[in-house]
C-alpha cells in the first residue's frame, strides 16, 4: 500500500500575512509617504540671494526696463526704456549676410545674440546670401533662432557689376591697391558685398514686411545682458541709426568719397538735414573728411530710412560713381556719412550696455556698476571705446555735446 500523500504544512507566519495582508499593504504605503514627507521638509531650500548683494537678474524672468540702472550714456542721450509689461512688438528683425562657409564662424555670434537678447524677445532673423544656402546652414541656424528664421537668394543685378562701370579700369584699380597693400584690394565679392550692404538689402524682399533691422556679423560677441526691447526702443525714442563702436577708415579704399559726397550735397541740398551731424564726419565744417565712421558690423536701424529719398538719391549718385568698384568703398563711411547729414541728430544714438566685439576691437562698458548689472563677460582692460587714436566715439560725444562718461578722461 502506498504511503499517504504528505500534507503540505504551511508555516503560522505565512498564514498571519495572508491574514493581515491588507493592513500590512496599508502600512507600508504610509511608510513610505511618511518617509516622503521627512526627505522633503529636510531638504535644504535653494540657495537665494546672499545677503547684500540683491537678487540676481533672471535671464529669462522679464526686467522691468524702469527699474534698471542707466548707463551714463543713456542719461546723456535722454532716452527712455519701454515700459514695464510692454506688449507691442515691432516689425522688426535681425539681419545677416553669409556665405554658407561662414556657417561656423556665424554660430557663436547667433548663440550670443539669442542668449543675451533675444531669447526674451524672439524676434525674426533673415539669413540673405548671393548663392543659395545649404541644408546644413538652414538647420543649424534655424535651430539657434528663437523667432522665426528665414533664408533668401539676392537678385543677381544686387550683385553684379553695373554696366556703365569699365571693368578694365576697374581691374586695374584693383592691382594698384594690391600694390598698396589695401586689404581685401584684390578682392571682386568683397566689393560687391560693401555695395549691397550700402544701397540693397534693405530693398530684399524678405525685409518688405519689417520696419527695423539689427546686423549681425559671423565672429562678433555681445558680452552684456539686454533687458529691454531694442526695437521698441529705436521706435519709443525717434531712433534711425544705432551704433557701438566707431572708428577711422583707410584713406586709400576711399579717395573720391568724400569729394563725391559734396558734389551731391551742392547738387540735392533739400536732403541735408539742418540740424545734421556734420561735426562727426568732419573737422572743417564740410572741407573735407575726416574719416570717423560707425563700424556697420553692428547696426540697429530704420530700413525706412535707407528707403527714404534722401539715401535713395545718395546711394544711387555714389554707385553713378563707381567708387564702390574703381576703388573700395566701404558700407561702413557710407551709412556713417549718410546718417550724419541725412537725419536729425537726435535720432542717432550710440548704444552703451551691451558689450560687443567683432575682430579686433571690443566695446565694454566703462561703468562696473553697468557690467555688474548686465552680467557682462568682458574685461575693461580691452575696451576700445574711448581710444583718443583711430577711435571715434569722443568724437561723436563732442559733435553730439554730450559729456563723456564717469571714468574717462578728457583728451
Ligand atoms: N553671401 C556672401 N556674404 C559675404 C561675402 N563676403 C562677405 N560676406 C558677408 O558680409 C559680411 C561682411 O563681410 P566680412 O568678411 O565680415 O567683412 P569685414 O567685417 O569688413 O571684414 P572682417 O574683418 O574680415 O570681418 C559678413 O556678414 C560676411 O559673412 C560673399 O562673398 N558672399
Ligand atoms: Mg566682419
Redesign the pocket.
Known amino acids: 500500500m502506498p504511503p499517504p500523500a504528505k500534507k503540505k504544512l504551511t508555516p503560522k507566519s505565512a498564514v498571519l500575512v495572508k491574514k493581515y495582508e491588507r493592513p500590512i499593504r496599508l502600512a507600508f504605503i504610509s511608510l513610505v509617504a511618511a518617509l516622503c514627507v521627512v526627505f522633503l521638509l529636510h531638504t535644504p531650500p535653494s540657495r537665494g540671494p546672499r545677503p547684500g548683494h540683491g537678487p540676481a537678474l533672471n535671464h529669462i524672468t522679464p526686467v522691468d526696463p524702469q527699474s534698471l540702472l542707466k548707463p551714463h550714456a543713456d542719461v546723456a542721450q535722454k532716452v527712455h526704456y519701454p515700459p514695464a509689461n510692454d506688449r507691442v512688438r515691432e516689425r522688426a528683425t535681425f539681419v545677416?549676410?553669409?556665405?554658407n562657409s561662414?556657417l561656423w564662424?556665424?554660430v557663436p555670434s547667433i548663440r550670443h545674440v539669442e542668449d543675451r537678447f533675444n531669447r526674451r524677445f524672439h524676434y525674426d532673423w533673415v539669413f540673405?546670401?548671393?548663392?543659395p544656402f545649404d541644408q546644413e546652414f538652414i538647420r543649424v541656424t534655424s535651430a539657434l533662432v528663437s523667432g522665426t528664421a528665414k533664408y533668401g537668394v539676392?537678385p543677381s543685378e544686387h550683385?553684379s557689376v553695373p554696366d556703365w562701370i569699365d571693368q578694365d579700369r576697374a581691374a586695374e584699380a584693383r592691382s594698384q591697391m594690391v600694390q598698396d597693400q589695401v586689404i581685401?584690394g584684390d578682392s571682386v565679392?568683397?566689393r560687391?558685398?560693401c555695395r549691397f550692404?550700402s544701397g540693397f538689402f534693405f530693398q530684399h524682399e524678405l525685409l518688405a514686411d519689417y520696419e527695423f533691422y539689427w546686423r549681425?556679423?559671423?565672429?562678433i560677441r555681445l558680452f552684456c545682458d539686454i533687458h529691454y526691447d531694442v526695437f521698441r526702443f529705436m521706435k519709443l525714442n525717434n531712433k534711425k541709426y544705432g551704433f557701438i563702436l566707431s572708428l577711422s577708415e583707410y584713406e586709400k579704399t576711399i579717395p573720391t568719397l568724400w569729394a563725391t559726397t559734396k558734389q551731391f550735397m551742392h547738387k540735392f541740398p533739400q536732403y541735408v538735414h539742418k540740424n545734421n551731424l556734420l561735426d562727426f564726419v568732419s573737422d572743417d565744417q564740410g572741407e573735407s573728411y575726416n574719416m570717423c565712421h560707425f563700424w556697420s558690423?553692428f547696426e540697429v536701424g530704420s530700413l525706412d530710412f535707407w528707403r527714404g529719398d534722401a539715401y535713395q538719391a545718395y546711394f544711387e549718385y555714389l554707385d553713378r560713381a563707381g567708387g564702390f568698384f574703381y576703388e573700395r568703398w566701404?558700407d561702413?563711411p557710407v551709412h556713417s556719412i549718410a546718417a550724419s547729414l541725412f537725419l536729425d541728430k537726435s535720432e542717432l544714438h550710440f548704444f552703451d550696455g551691451f558689450g560687443y566685439y567683432?575682430?579686433?576691437f571690443y566695446a565694454c562698458p566703462v561703468e562696473e556698476d553697468i557690467r555688474i548689472q548686465n552680467q557682462c563677460t568682458c574685461n575693461i582692460a580691452d575696451d576700445h571705446t574711448w581710444f583718443e587714436y583711430y577711435f571715434c566715439t569722443r568724437k561723436y560725444f563732442q559733435a553730439q555735446r554730450l559729456a563723456l562718461p564717469p571714468g574717462v578722461k578728457p583728451a
Do not use: C, F, Q
Not at 545677416?96 to 556665405?99: S, V
Not at 540673405?128 to 548663392?131: C, G, P
Not at 549681425?216 to 565672429?219: A, Q, T
Open positions: 545677416t549676410l553669409a556665405r561662414d564662424s556665424l540673405l546670401n548671393d548663392k539676392i550683385w581685401y565679392p568683397y560687391h558685398m550692404e549681425v556679423e559671423p565672429d558690423n566701404g561702413a567683432h575682430p579686433d
